[in-house]
């Protein structure tokens, strides 16, 4: 079964805090993705990679950086973390270039900034 | 990128037909059409793609435009189990570094 798995399910961190969150997947996919997810607003794309040390600036990227430095493993990095950056983080992977290769999601992590 | 235009939230009665549409009238050519749904605190899932002709498989069926320019995700006997946000994107075939963008979604309530 393939997978995309997140390391942490709820996570509780404090104000001005640097957050890791922890993504690596098994199917040897080079396009990886992080969204958010926050009530009525639907998936929003922080940022997403699609090669080993490459990045790309998804349509909120302000306050994230990511790291992918194993074509398993996208980091995504708060560096003070603050209040409204509390939400649902998921990431995605799927393989690139031909349109019909389905998109892999991990269960998501819960992030509260206190 | 193409964006998809979906209705916020629909209802369907248990075991009736439901069909969802997405709008995507700046659809390119090479542009597939996903849809895919979230159950309640998990993550998206993929539900069907489709080109040009329509599909199905276990799970739904896909009816596509002649024109492309709008989709209906169809579920043919809904459950409770239905009960989700069901997302359309367009992923493009052309390019290796697409950016996969999701909008709101639809939100389907199943009425027992």
């Known amino acids: 079964d393939v997978k995309v798995t997140q390391s942490s399910r709820y996570l509780v961190k404090r104000t001005g805090e640097k957050v890791f969150l922890e993504c690596v997947q098994d199917m040897d996919h080079e396009n990886m993705f992080w969204y958010r997810q926050d009530p009525g607003l639907g998936l929003r794309l922080i940022y997403f990679s699609y090669d080993v040390k490459m990045k790309e600036k998804g349509d909120i990227p302000e306050g994230y950086s990511v790291s992918r430095e194993k074509k398993e493993r996208f980091s995504l990095i708060l560096e003070s973390a603050s209040t409204n950056q509390t939400s649902m983080y998921l990431c995605?992977?799927?393989?690139?270039?031909?349109?019909?290769?389905?998109?892999?999601f991990g269960s998501g992590t819960q992030l509260s900034v206190l | 990128d193409a964006k998809t235009t979906q209705p916020n939230s629909m209802e369907s009665n248990e075991e009736e037909p439901v069909h969802l549409p997405c709008n995507h009238s700046?659809?390119?050519?090479?542009?597939?059409i996903h849809w895919y749904r979230q159950l309640p605190s998990q993550g998206p899932e993929y539900v069907i793609h489709?080109?040009?002709s329509n599909v199905n498989n276990r799970m739904a069926s896909l009816a596509i435009a002649e024109d492309r320019k709008s989709s209906t995700l169809i579920l043919h006997r809904a459950t409770l189990r239905d009960a989700a946000v069901y997302y359309c994107i367009l992923r493009d075939s052309k390019s290796s570094g697409d950016k996969l963008t999701f909008g709101t979604g639809t939100r389907l309530a199943v009425r027992p």
């Open positions: 489709g080109l040009t």
């Open positions: 995605a992977s799927t393989s690139p270039g031909q349109g019909y290769e389905k998109l892999f």
């Open positions: 700046t659809i390119s050519g090479t542009d597939y």
